[in-house]
């Protein structure tokens, strides 16, 4: 029977090589980069060695310029200078929150721009990566579904996010110094603009990368990749990257899904949920975590609660509850302090975790849901996505 061909979408990502200029080895996987420095005269022989030199030099110090990579011959750096560039997206603008959240708008092949978000906090600092330029999916509750799908991220734009981030943190060790295992940077979610799973194979080589023990040295368990439901990939997931997961679930009927989360016309709960219960990392300490946005009067009544706690009965679990992040022209409103309380205390009675996502840079829009390109801030109107929804204007 033949192997069902990956559910990704056809979106133009763009090639590796620069617009008329040299070949960025950023984003290239070990296979990848073996092979791209041998087609430029690398010997076959040295070229694994080489490899891991390099691979050094880009991702556990930071280097950028082929000349500070002294292990290698003035020959060798000059050849490698003229075939190559280590090119990271540009940082436009930084935002930096009352609460210490910073957002970057970065610029990438194209012109397009994304953004990029890093939350510190007492215990971890998290980087929230974006993976698309827009998104096709549209929740109507998220500020980024307003702006329109461009393109899929390569592999090298999406850990270069993580590479600029840690140039701001100044987070690049110095070579022979001593080792500091203190991480400003120390989790990425995949939660920032894009579907993760309809660009697969880039998060895949950008998450190997950022894994990979002689370079950025991230623990799988460390990084969680947050899907709207993209059910045929769920299982490679846990197969080919290993990383934790998250699901943007937020509502308990399809009724009510199908207009957050319009996903769920192609994958609905059942279908999603039998998935989840397949999931083989399935354990008690690598439990999904469901996210579940609070909207005043649409998923946060005490019947939406009990019901939640039905659908996922069996399931390793926790439960993230989300205050509604508002953004300019979005067609809901918050729910009150008492009510996400009334209806975490029913999630956490039944034996599941309900911890309250408190909001982090709400005054910059760096909060979960509103990130967009800020030169996509056309939107539309508060009646139109309301329309979408199926809610009144």
């Known amino acids: 029977m033949p192997t069902q061909a990956p559910i990704t979408q056809d979106v133009m990502t763009i090639p590796r090589k620069l617009p008329d200029g040299p070949v960025n080895l950023v984003g290239l996987t070990r296979d990848q980069l073996r092979e791209t420095l041998i087609s430029q005269g690398t010997p076959e022989k040295q070229a694994k060695m080489r490899v891991g030199q390099i691979w050094q030099w880009i991702y556990q110090w930071g280097v950028r310029d082929f000349a500070a990579m002294t292990n290698l011959s003035k020959t060798y750096r000059a050849a490698l200078a003229e075939a190559f560039v280590i090119a990271v997206p540009e940082v436009v603008s930084k935002q930096v929150s009352t609460d210490g959240t910073r957002k970057y708008l970065v610029r990438i092949a194209g012109g397009h721009e994304v953004e990029v978000v890093y939350i510190p906090e007492e215990d971890r600092g998290t980087l929230c990566v974006s993976s698309q330029v827009g998104c096709t999916l549209t929740c109507s509750f998220c500020h980024t579904g307003t702006q329109k799908l461009v393109r899929n991220l390569t592999a090298g734009e999406i850990v270069g996010q993580i590479m600029v981030a840690r140039d701001d943190l100044d987070e690049w060790p110095v070579p022979g110094a001593p080792k500091d295992e203190t991480r400003l940077l120390s989790n990425i979610v995949l939660m920032g603009m894009g579907e993760p799973l309809y660009n697969f194979e880039n998060v895949r080589d950008a998450m190997k990368i950022a894994m990979d023990p002689e370079g950025i040295s991230l623990s799988r368990r460390r990084i969680t990749l947050s899907t709207s439901g993209v059910v045929p990939e769920i299982a490679r997931t846990a197969e080919e990257i290993g990383c934790l997961l998250a699901v943007s679930f937020h509502a308990t009927t399809d009724e009510v899904r199908n207009g957050l989360v319009p996903i769920n016309k192609r994958w609905n709960i059942e279908t999603l949920l039998e ?50 992040n508002e953004w300019p022209g979005a067609p809901y409103k918050r729910s009150s302090n008492n009510r996400i309380r009334a209806f975490a205390d029913i999630i956490y009675k039944a034996g599941y975790a309900s911890p309250i996502r408190t909001p982090r840079g709400e005054d910059i829009l760096a909060a979960c849901g509103q990130l967009k390109s800020a030169t996509q801030r056309a939107r539309k109107t508060r009646n139109e996505i309301a329309a979408e929804a199926g809610l009144p204007g």
């Open 275 to 324: 998935a989840l219960r397949a999931y083989p990392r399935l354990t008690n300490s690598e439990r999904i975590t469901f996210e579940y946005v609070m909207l005043d009067g649409v998923n946060d009544s005490d019947a939406d609660a009990r019901r939640l706690v039905r659908l996922i009965e069996g399931i390793p679990a926790k439960v993230n509850l989300i205050p509604f």
